[in-house]
């Protein structure tokens, strides 16, 4: 049996560029970080001469192309594997539709299972734009290249995304001391809600490729914030981190009237007004997880609690998608 994992992520600066119809005129930029919250995936060879697959359903299929699910069915196909006598499984830490990026994690811990089964190695750049092929180019998802990659790489990591399609990743070159406050310092919390990606992002997607001007200089905007907080970061400058957070989600807001609503709103002002420096809705929007920076975890871990809202605590994961075992 080959497992198989790959971590969700955060982003810390410069998301919505790294969609296509943006970089390929404007070139993207963003920082993003992986957490130690993971997509599994298992593939065992069966005794059989079919293709199981178990996810939030169950399939019994004779061969891939018969799947009913996109991605796998593409991902059989991309490695040049039929799937018969394959029983493949996945799960995953945090639902999808939640904002950490599960899809991009998803389809990277597949390919990952399934080059580790035909005994392939891919650099971690190989695969994120393998899965980035799968999920934008054949499937038409109106999606970025961020949580591909930045599963595939692990770390926080910065990534430039090249008019040509071509990406460019290096580390942020911050302290150990400022990791570790950062990583001590952000706070995540469910917002009980949960949606796909696809619809906001689409609306971003047919605006961008139609120069809407105001889109544009949004993301324009995005990208200097981006490089802001490049610069805060590894300057050491944690506050100066938050502050530019929440510039960036009075700008994510405007994006779209379906990035946030009343409710999200409202618990974002609470945070404000309990110790969070900074925060924003983690992904699209819509759902999912507020992320804040703080100074004070207890008083704002307290202001949470009494709205409802669940933390869901994490750590850095260095190392990106990867077999455990095999």
């Keep these: 049996m080959i497992i198989t994992r790959s971590p969700l992520r955060i982003t810390l600066g410069g998301g919505g560029t790294d969609l296509p119809s943006y970089y390929r005129e404007h070139e993207g930029f963003l920082i993003a970080a992986a957490i ?16 199981i697959v178990k996810y939030s359903q169950l399939e019994h299929v004779k061969r891939a192309h018969e799947l009913k699910h996109p991605i796998i069915r593409e991902a059989l196909n991309l ?83 090249m008019r040509d399609g071509k990406v460019t990743a ?70 100066r981190f938050g502050e530019l957070m929440n510039e960036h989600w009075n700008y994510k807001k405007r994006r779209s009237g379906a990035m946030s609503s009343g409710t999200i709103d409202e618990h974002y002002e609470h945070a404000l007004r309990h110790g969070a420096i900074g925060g924003k809705l983690i992904g699209a929007g819509g759902g999912g997880f507020l992320m804040f920076y703080t100074e004070d975890k207890k008083r704002l871990r307290h202001a949470m609690f009494e709205r409802g809202l669940q933390e869901v605590r994490f750590r850095f994961d260095p190392e990106g998608t990867k077999v455990v075992a095999q």
Aim: proline residues 3%.
């Design 170 to 239: 290096w580390p942020l070159a911050v302290s150990e001391e400022t990791l570790a406050n950062l990583e001590d310092n952000l706070m995540m919390f469910f917002t009980g809600s949960s949606r796909p990606a696809s619809a906001i992002l689409k609306e971003q997607n047919d605006r961008t490729k139609q120069s809407d001007a105001e889109m544009v200089q949004n993301l324009h905007t995005v990208k200097e914030l981006g490089l802001r907080s490049k610069e805060a970061l590894e300057s050491g400058d944690l506050r």
């Design 79 to 161: 490695v040049g594997l039929d799937g018969s006598y394959l029983e493949i499984t996945s799960m995953a830490d945090i639902p999808a539709g939640t904002g950490l990026g599960s899809s991009g994690s998803f389809t990277t811990a597949l390919l990952k299972a399934l080059h580790a089964h035909k005994r392939n190695l891919i650099h971690p750049a190989d695969l994120a734009e393998q899965a980035c092929h799968i999920e934008i180019d054949r499937l038409q998802e109106p999606i970025g290249k961020q949580d591909q990659y930045i599963a595939a790489f692990g770390g926080l990591t910065c990534f430039r995304f």
């Design 36 to 51: 130690d919250r993971y997509v599994y995936i298992t593939v065992h060879t069966t005794f059989f001469d079919e293709l």
